[in-house]
């Protein structure tokens, strides 16, 4: 069995009190000491936020690398190892599994095999879920936002549209007009392949299941021919 210990310091927070290097490394040594510990090396990561997942960072990486079945790991703090608590459940779930401990002196000692386990993955499990939903809520934001300045949002541009340099879409006059038309036939009640053969005649060759995706993405949008 191999014990390693992990501190992280960010950028300018090198002197904060209790956040230093040194009192990291002295805060894991005298927990080790009080176990009875030994340990075999230590993982230092400086200069690396908190919010890059531990498995991107330099020194993390490496020490997720090494793990045996058996090991051990120290952290004085759980915002040491984790910022995200999707990360912290991820990565506490597969060194579970992997059969290596982890120690978090702030949380009172072993957060993967002891009594105190569940509660922290419970607890984990619903701010990792949180995240999620704020994580989902600030995209829909972004694109909801892009959309209202005409901004295009990638995959295939939307046919009767053209993307600008500046990322928005421009109208294609040839094109809005078939699309005007395709709505005109289908409130006249022709059928998709029908549609699809009128607008070969005019230039665009498009399948039927063609014509009712452009159909659906205007009755989406609202577009009135």
């Known amino acids: 069995m191999a014990i390693y210990t992990y501190s992280r310091v960010s950028t300018g927070r090198?002197?904060?009190?209790?956040?230093?290097?040194?009192?990291q490394q002295r805060r894991a040594e005298g927990y080790a000491l009080m176990?009875?510990?030994t340990i075999d090396a230590h993982f230092v990561e400086r200069g690396v936020s908190g919010s890059v997942p531990i498995g991107n960072r330099p020194e993390g990486g490496r020490l997720l690398a090494i793990l045996?079945?058996?090991?051990?790991?120290?952290?004085?703090?759980l915002d040491r190892m984790f910022r995200s608590a999707l990360d912290a459940l991820n990565t506490m779930g597969d060194l579970r599994d992997r059969g290596v401990t982890l120690h978090m002196i702030d949380l009172g000692g072993d957060v993967t095999s002891n009594g105190i386990a569940k509660l922290v993955f419970t607890i984990l499990a619903a701010v990792a879920e949180a995240e999620?939903?704020?994580?989902r809520e600030?995209?829909?934001?972004?694109k909801h936002?892009?959309?209202k300045r005409g901004r295009y949002l990638g995959g295939t541009v939307p046919f009767?549209?053209?993307?600008?340099?500046?990322?928005?879409?421009?109208?294609v006059k040839g094109e809005q007009e078939a699309v005007c038309e395709m709505a005109k036939l289908q409130a006249g009640g022709k059928s998709l392949r029908v549609i699809a053969a009128a607008m070969g005649?005019?230039?665009?060759?498009?399948?039927h299941n063609r014509v009712r995706d452009i159909l659906s993405r205007t009755e989406a949008a609202d577009v009135k021919p």
Do not use: C, H, Y
């Open 160 to 171: 009767g549209f053209a993307r600008r340099d500046d990322g928005s879409l421009a109208e």
């Open 138 to 142: 600030r995209i829909a934001d972004v």
């Open 35 to 37: 176990q009875g510990f």
């Open 132 to 135: 999620r939903d704020r994580t």
């Open 68 to 77: 045996r079945r058996g090991d051990m790991v120290i952290t004085p703090k």
């Open 145 to 147: 936002d892009q959309r």
């Open 201 to 207: 005649k005019r230039g665009f060759q498009m399948s």
């Open 14 to 23: 090198q002197a904060e009190d209790g956040e230093s290097l040194g009192a």
